[in-house]
């Protein structure tokens, strides 16, 4: 299965900043998506990073806020944008390979703390 | 009414015991399930993955999905302290869907030497 590593693991940022999440995958995928993960909740799909094209949001999260790039099959950024205390959560990360029925897999995630 | 209802635990049982953890859903366009399990501060490791309905056991671990029940269980058989972790059900419908996973809300384990 794909490794996919995340930077930076962790920050603590002022409010009305912004900061961007680098993922890597070490195998070119079909499929990259980005999560958001509440402490001690379960995980909201934010966007899918698309190869080439623009992101596809899900309800209630847009491009301004979360910008999102994809230049190639392994790697994409996520960047949250005029950061509120509301931003604090976990991040993650994740890929699928191509193919039927291919599962994802994940990142440890980025731990966002707004000041 | 959320698509997908897990047992929200948390659960804790002695070392040995056997381990059952549920998820109920409502999409009947569901067909791929996964059991996930996450340990504090890591992201979520994939456990189990299954296509539509029946059992797939990999060493202690049994997945268990019943299509016309719209009910999935993964049971974890002598259980040890390192299955002490937070358990994510997961499922997606037809590829078509772009393989969008839908999670349960985690059942947290702990499972005492």
């Known amino acids: 299965s794909a490794v996919i590593s995340q930077k930076p693991s962790r920050d603590i940022c002022q409010r009305g900043t912004s900061l961007t999440i680098q993922c890597q995958v070490d195998?070119?995928?079909?499929?990259m998506f980005w999560y958001r993960q509440q402490p001690g909740q379960s995980l909201t799909l934010i966007a899918t990073?698309?190869?080439?094209?623009?992101?596809?949001?899900e309800s209630g999260f847009v491009i301004d806020k979360f910008p999102i790039s994809r230049p190639n099959l392994t790697f994409s950024t996520l960047t949250v944008s005029n950061m509120s205390p509301e931003d604090s959560s976990i991040y993650l990360c994740?890929?699928?390979?191509?193919?039927?029925?291919?599962?994802?897999?994940f990142g440890d995630g980025t731990r966002l703390s707004i000041l | 009414q959320k698509e997908v209802e897990q047992d929200p635990g948390p659960l804790s049982v002695p070392e040995g015991a056997i381990v059952s953890l549920n998820c109920t859903y409502s999409?009947?366009?569901?067909?791929?399930f996964m059991w996930y399990r996450q340990y504090s501060r890591k992201g979520p490791e994939l456990l189990m993955y299954?296509?539509?309905?029946g059992n797939k056991e990999d060493g202690r671990f049994t997945a268990q999905v019943d299509k016309s029940s719209k009910y999935i269980s993964l049971f974890i058989r002598d259980s040890q302290p390192s299955d002490s972790a937070t358990y994510l059900c997961?499922?997606?419908?037809?590829?078509?869907?772009?393989?969008?996973?839908?999670f349960g809300e985690g059942t947290q384990l702990t499972v005492n030497p």
């Open positions: 994740s890929a699928r390979g191509g193919g039927i029925g291919q599962p994802q897999h």
């Open positions: 195998s070119q995928v079909t499929m």
């Open positions: 990073a698309n190869q080439g094209s623009e992101a596809t949001y």
């Open positions: 999409n009947s366009a569901f067909q791929y």
């Open positions: 299954t296509y539509s309905s």
């Open positions: 997961a499922m997606s419908a037809i590829e078509t869907s772009g393989s969008r996973l839908t």
